[in-house]
C-alpha cells in the first residue's frame, strides 16, 4: 500500500513535472509573501520588505533542484533528458548518425545472424526429453581409424547381446533410415522411412498423439509389422483426418498405419515413416544399423562405456571370426550430431566478431572526430557547472542510443542474413530447419548493442570531457583542442582496423585459394552433362529381381536411344558419396577368412554402360553386359586403386575377388577401370569394387540411371520421367544433374570461404573507409600549414606525397601487425584447407599488395583536396 | 542564529512531524512555530525546510494539500499520514532515550 502511493509520488513527479514544479513555485511564492508581509510589519518600506525577504529565501533554482532531488527521481529524469538531447544531436547531424549507425548495424547484424546459427545448432537443447541423457552406441575399430561413416553401423546380433548383457539404459534401440519408394493414399513418392526396434520411441519420450504405439505383435520378427506417420506427412498426404488410423501405407511392403507422432518429431532426419522392424536379423557382420539409447538418470556418459567395453571384450572371445578387433564408443547424441560442424561455426563467429571490433574502432574514430568539432559546446556546459561525471554520462548516453539503433536496424539486417546463411549452409547442417531470431539471440543483440556502445564510446567520451575551459572558450581556438592526443588516438585505432581486416583478408585468401584447388581436382570422371534419375520400383515382390532389373533394362535400352543422348547406365550410388562398404579378399576364400583384417573396399552395383555414361574410363578388360546374369559366372570390375593395393605386379584379369557384400561368391575380375574421388574431391580415392546388376539383389529396386546428354542434361528429364509412367504408375523418381550432386559435396567448404569472403570484404571496406576519414580529418587539421607551405612555393606533387605517405604509413603499420597476426591466426585454418599451408606467401603477397591499392585510393581523395588548398583562404582563416 | 546544520542530525524530522502533529501547517507556519516555540532559538531555513518537506512526503510521512489559510490565500498544508505518526512516536522516544543519555553525561562527567 505504502509502496503503490510512494511509487504513484515518483511517477507524478517524473510525468507530471509541469505541474509539480507550479506547485512548488505557487508554495515558495506563498512563503515569500508571508515573509513580506511580516517585514513590512516590522516597519520596513515595501521596496525593502520585498529585497530582504528574497535574500533569505535564495536561488530559487538551486531551491527546486534540492526538491527535485529529494523526490529521487533525478537519475531518470537526467537519463530521459540525455537520450531527449541524444536524439536532438543525432539529428542535427543526419549524415554522422546514418553513417555511424550503418557501420554498427552491419556488425551488429553480421553478428546477430551468425550467432543465430550458433545458437540453434550448438547451443540451444535438442527438443526431446532429457536431451542430455540421449546417447549414440556406435561400432570401432580398435585396430584403426574407420575411413567411412558407414563403419560406425551395429550389427543386430551385436545389439541384441549389448541391450540383454548392460543395465546402464532405460531404453534401446536401433534404426535405419532411407529414401524410400512409398504409395500413401494412393501417391507413389519418395518418402523418408526409418525401420525402428521396439524401444526406439521410448528412447526418445516420444508416444503418438493420435492412435497408439505399435504392439508386441507388431514388433515381432516375420509379422506384417506396421507404421507411424510423422505429423508432416499426416497433414499432406491425409489432411490430419484422424480416420487415416488402420489405412494401408505401402512403404514398400503393405503396412498398417498404428498412430500419427507429434509435431516436431521427424528423427532421423526428417523421417516420414517409421515402420517396425521385423526383417531377418541378418548376421554378425551385417552392419547396416544405427544404435541410440536413453541413459538410466543414475548412470553417467563414463559408467555407460565402460559397460559396453566389457560386453564388447566379451563378445570379441565369443565370436572371434566377426568380432575381433571391435568395440563400442558411448557418445552423447548432441555430440555426435555437432562434431564436425562445431570447430567450424566457432570459427566463424570469431571472424564476424573481428568485424565487429573494426565496425567499433570505426565508429570511434568517427565519435572521435565529432568530438573536436563538439569541443566548444562541451566547454560551455562544463562552464555553466556540469560536472565532468555529468558530461561523460551525456555523451555515453548518446553512444547508448547510437547502438540501440544499431542494434534494432541489425536485428533487421540478422533477420534477413540468417535466411541467406540457411539457404547457403550445406544441407548436412543439423538443424537447419530450426534456425531463426529467438528470444535468446535478441538478448544476444542487446547484449553486445551495450558492449560495443561502451567499446566505441567511451574513449571518444573520455577525450571530449577532458576539455581546458580557458582555451576551448576562446574564439577559433577549438583547432587546437585536443588535436594532438585526439589525432594519436585515430592512428592507433585505424592501424588496429587495419590489422584485423588483414588478418581476415589473409583467412579468406587462404580458403580461396583450397577452394580453387578443390574445384581443380581431377575426379576421374566426367560430370557434365550427366542426368541422374533416381527410381525405385516397387514391385509387388520386394526383393524379386527380375520386375525392378527389367524395368531399368527398358529404361536403358529406350533412352540410348533418344536423339542426344550419348550413353546411359545406372548405379546403386552416383560418384559423390559412399552407400555400401565392405572388405574384400583376392584369390580363393580360406576356410576361416579374418575379414577384420582385408582392406576395405566401396562396394557398388552398376547396369552394362554406366562406365561410358560418367566418363570413367575402363583401363584394360570389358565392361558388363546383358548377359551377367544370376545363371551365369559371377563377374567384378576394380578399380586402379584396389589393383595396387592388392595385385601390383600381377594382371588383374582373370583374378578372383570376394566381398562382403550380399553374397560370398567369388567374382571373376573383367575389367580394371580409372579412380574416382568416391567422397568428394577432398578425400582420396579407395578401393572399389563394381558388381552388374543382374548378378545381385542388395538394393534390389533402387538405381540411379545416370544419362550423358550432348545437350543440356534437364532438358531430358520430361522425357524421361514419360516413358517411366508408361511403365508404371507407381515408380517415384527424381531428377538432378552429376554436377549438382558434386556442389553438394563442396557445400561445407563453399559456405566457410564464401562466409570468410564476405566478412573480410566487410572488414577491408570498414578499415579503408577509416583510413580516409583519419587523412581526411589530418588535411583539415594541416590546412593552414598546408597552405604555408604552398605559398612558400611547395609544389603539388609534394603535397601529394606528404598525404599519401602518411595514409601509406599508417596502412604499412597495420598491414606488418595485421600479416604477423595473421601467421599466427590462420593456422586455426589448418584443417579446412585442402593443399594450400596456412603461411602460403603467395596469399600473404596478394593481400599486402590488394590493402597497399586501397589504401593509396583512400588517402588519395584527401591528399588531392589538401593540394587544391588555396594558400590565402587557408591562411586567412586563422 | 542556529542553523538547521547545527540541529542534531535528524532532528528537523522529528521537529517538523511534531510541529504539525495537532493540526496541518503550511510550510511558512511550520517555520515559524518552531521559531516561536524554541523561543527564537531554532531559525529553520527555507532551504531546508522545503526539501525536508518533499523528502518526509516521499517516505509517505506526511501528506500535502491544498487549502485556504485565515487570510483566504491558497497554501499548501501539510499532515500527518498514519505511518507519519508512528514514526514521530518512535522518533519522539529515541530522542528522550538520547537527550537523557546526554544530561546524564553532561552532569555526572
Not at chain 1, 366 to 375: D, I, N, P, V
Not at chain 1, 483 to 490: F, I, K, L, N, V
Not at chain 1, 601 to 624: M, N
Request: net charge positive.
Amino acid at each position: 500500500m505504502r509502496l503503490w502511493k510512494k511509487l504513484r509520488l515518483r511517477l507524478r513527479t517524473l510525468f507530471r513535472r509541469n505541474s509539480v514544479d507550479r506547485e512548488l513555485d505557487a508554495e515558495l511564492q506563498f512563503h515569500i509573501e508571508e515573509q513580506i508581509a511580516e517585514n513590512r510589519a516590522a516597519g520596513l518600506s515595501n521596496e525593502e520588505a520585498r529585497y530582504a525577504a528574497l535574500r533569505t529565501v535564495g536561488g530559487i533554482t538551486q531551491f527546486r533542484e534540492e526538491c527535485r532531488d529529494m523526490r529521487r527521481v533525478n537519475y531518470i529524469d537526467d537519463l530521459l533528458r540525455d537520450l531527449r538531447y541524444a536524439g536532438r544531436n543525432l539529428r542535427r547531424s543526419p549524415g554522422f548518425a546514418t553513417l555511424a549507425v550503418l557501420i554498427m548495424a552491419l556488425g551488429i547484424g553480421a553478428n546477430t545472424a551468425v550467432f543465430s546459427v550458433v545458437n540453434t545448432v550448438l547451443l540451444k537443447p535438442l527438443s526431446f526429453r532429457d536431451p542430455d541423457r540421449i546417447v549414440t552406441l556406435s561400432d570401432f575399430l580398435s585396430t584403426g581409424q574407420s575411413p567411412t561413416a558407414l563403419s560406425k553401423q551395429v550389427s543386430i546380433p551385436d545389439f541384441q547381446d549389448w541391450h540383454d548383457q548392460s543395465s546402464s539404459f532405460e531404453a534401446m534401440a536401433y534404426y535405419s533410415s532411407r529414401e524410400e519408394a512409398t504409395i500413401a493414399n494412393g501417391a507413389a513418392e519418395f518418402a523418408r522411412r526409418t525401420p525402428v526396434s521396439p524401444e526406439f520411441f521410448r528412447v526418445f519420450g516420444v508416444e503418438p498423439i493420435v492412435g497408439r504405439p505399435f504392439t508386441a505383435e507388431e514388433m515381432k520378427r516375420g509379422s506384417g509389422g506396421a507404421a507411424m506417420i510423422s505429423y508432416a506427412f499426416w497433414q499432406s498426404h491425409f489432411g490430419g483426418d484422424p480416420r487415416v488410423l488402420g489405412q494401408t501405407i505401402r512403404a514398400p511392403g503393405p503396412r498398417p498405419i498404428a498412430g500419427v507422432l507429434p509435431p516436431g518429431f521427424r528423427f532421423p532426419s526428417n523421417t516420414d515413416v517409421w515402420v517396425s522392424a521385423v526383417g531377418p536379423p541378418g548376421s554378425r557382420g551385417g552392419q547396416n544399423w544405427l544404435a541410440i539409447s536413453r541413459l538410466k538418470a543414475s548412470v553417467t556418459l563414463e559408467q555407460a562405456q565402460a559397460e559396453m567395453s566389457t560386453i564388447a571384450r566379451r563378445l570379441e572371445q565369443q565370436y572371434p571370426e566377426s568380432n575381433k578387433g571391435r568395440s563400442v564408443a558411448v557418445t552423447r547424441m548432441r555430440d555426435e550430431m555437432i562434431g564436425n560442424v562445431r570447430f567450424t561455426l566457432y570459427l566463424l563467429l570469431g571472424a564476424v566478431s573481428v568485424v565487429l571490433l573494426i565496425a567499433c574502432a570505426n565508429t570511434a574514430t568517427l565519435l572521435l572526430g565529432k568530438a573536436t568539432a563538439r569541443t566548444r559546446e562541451v566547454a560551455v556546459r562544463a562552464a555553466l557547472g556540469a560536472s565532468r561525471h555529468r558530461i561523460l554520462k551525456q555523451l555515453v548516453t548518446e553512444s547508448l542510443l547510437l547502438a540501440f539503433i544499431a542494434g534494432a536496424s541489425g536485428l533487421l539486417l540478422a533477420y534477413l542474413g540468417s535466411k541467406a546463411l540457411v539457404a547457403l549452409a550445406p544441407a548436412d547442417l543439423p538443424r537447419l530447419a530450426e534456425i531463426g531470431v529467438d528470444r535468446w539471440v535478441l538478448a544476444f543483440t542487446l547484449g553486445i548493442s551495450l558492449i560495443t556502445s561502451l567499446l566505441f564510446g567511451v574513449v571518444p567520451a573520455l577525450y571530449a570531457s577532458k576539455v581546458d575551459l580557458s582555451d576551448a572558450l576562446k574564439q577559433g581556438a577549438t583547432r587546437l583542442v585536443g588535436g594532438g592526443g585526439m589525432m594519436r588516438m585515430r592512428g592507433v585505432l585505424v592501424v588496429a582496423e587495419i590489422a584485423l581486416a588483414v588478418v581476415l583478408l589473409c583467412s579468406a585468401g587462404l580458403l580461396i585459394k583450397s577452394f580453387v584447388a578443390l574445384q581443380n581436382v581431377a575426379l576421374g570422371f566426367r560430370p557434365e552433362n550427366v542426368l541422374v534419375m533416381r527410381a525405385t520400383v516397387t514391385a509387388p515382390h520386394p526383393f524379386g529381381l527380375n520386375p525392378t532389373r527389367q524395368f531399368f533394362k527398358d529404361m536403358l535400352s529406350r533412352a540410348s536411344s533418344i536423339p542426344g543422348v550419348l550413353a546411359a547406365g545406372a548405379t546403386m550410388t552416383p560418384p559423390g558419396n559412399v552407400d555400401s562398404t565392405g572388405a574384400y579378399m583376392i584369390g580363393p576364400l580360406p576356410a576361416n577368412p579374418d575379414w577384420t583384417r582385408s582392406p576395405f573396399v566401396v562396394t557398388s552395383i552398376v547396369a552394362p554402360g554406366t562406365f561410358a555414361a560418367l566418363g570413367i574410363p575402363l583401363k584394360s578388360g570389358r565392361d558388363f553386359t546383358d548377359n551377367d546374369v544370376m545363371d551365369r559366372p559371377f563377374v567384378a570390375i576394380v578399380n586402379e586403386a584396389l589393383v595396387g593395393k592388392s595385385m601390383a605386379n600381377q594382371d588383374p584379369i582373370g583374378q578372383t575377388i570376394h566381398c562382403t557384400f550380399d553374397s560370398l561368391n567369388g567374382m571373376t575380375i573383367i575389367g580394371v577401370v580409372g579412380d574416382v574421388h568416391q567422397r568428394g574431391p577432398e578425400r582420396e580415392s579407395m578401393p572399389e569394387c563394381y558388381m552388374p546388376y543382374g548378378q545381385h539383389a542388395f538394393n534390389g529396386p533402387a538405381l540411379n540411371m545416370v544419362v550423358r546428354t550432348a545437350g543440356d542434361p534437364n532438358a531430358l528429364a520430361e522425357t524421361l520421367r514419360r516413358l517411366a509412367r508408361e511403365r508404371s504408375s507407381d515408380v517415384p523418381m527424381k531428377f538432378t544433374t552429376m554436377e549438382a550432386i558434386l556442389s553438394e559435396n563442396v557445400a561445407a567448404p563453399r559456405f566457410r570461404t564464401l562466409l570468410f569472403t564476405v566478412f573480410a570484404g566487410l572488414a577491408v571496406s570498414l578499415a579503408m573507409a577509416g583510413v580516409y576519414g583519419v587523412m581526411a580529418y589530418a588535411v583539415g587539421q594541416r590546412s593552414n600549414e598546408i597552405g604555408l607551405r604552398i605559398a612558400l612555393g611547395a609544389r603539388m606533387g609534394s603535397v601529394l606525397r606528404l598525404i599519401l605517405g602518411q595514409g601509406l604509413a599508417l596502412t604499412g603499420v597495420g598491414l606488418a601487425l595485421g600479416l604477423a597476426a595473421a601467421v599466427v591466426g590462420t593456422r586455426l585454418l589448418k584443417s579446412m584447407l585442402f593443399r594450400v599451408q596456412p603461411n602460403d606467401p603467395v596469399v600473404y603477397l596478394a593481400v599486402a599488395i590488394l590493402l597497399g591499392i586501397v589504401a593509396l585510393v583512400a588517402s588519395y581523395l584527401p591528399a588531392r583536396r589538401a593540394s587544391k588548398i588555396d594558400p590565402l583562404t587557408a591562411i586567412r582563416q586563422e | 542564529m542556529s542553523k538547521p546544520t547545527d540541529l542534531v542530525q535528524g532532528t528537523l524530522d522529528l521537529l517538523i512531524l511534531k510541529t504539525i502533529s495537532l493540526e496541518p501547517k503550511h510550510g511558512w507556519a511550520i517555520a515559524k512555530r518552531i521559531q516561536q516555540v524554541s523561543r527564537e532559538a531554532l531559525q529553520i531555513q527555507q532551504g531546508s525546510l522545503y526539501p525536508a518537506l518533499h523528502r518526509l512526503e516521499q517516505q509517505g510521512w506526511i501528506k500535502a494539500q491544498w487549502a485556504e489559510t485565515e487570510t483566504g490565500r491558497q497554501a499548501k498544508f501539510y499532515s500527518l499520514t498514519r505511518a507519519g505518526r508512528n514514526q514521530l512516536d518512535e522518533e519522539l522516544a529515541s530522542w528522550n532515550r538520547l537527550s537523557k543519555a546526554i544530561n546524564l553525561v553532561v552532569r555526572e562527567a
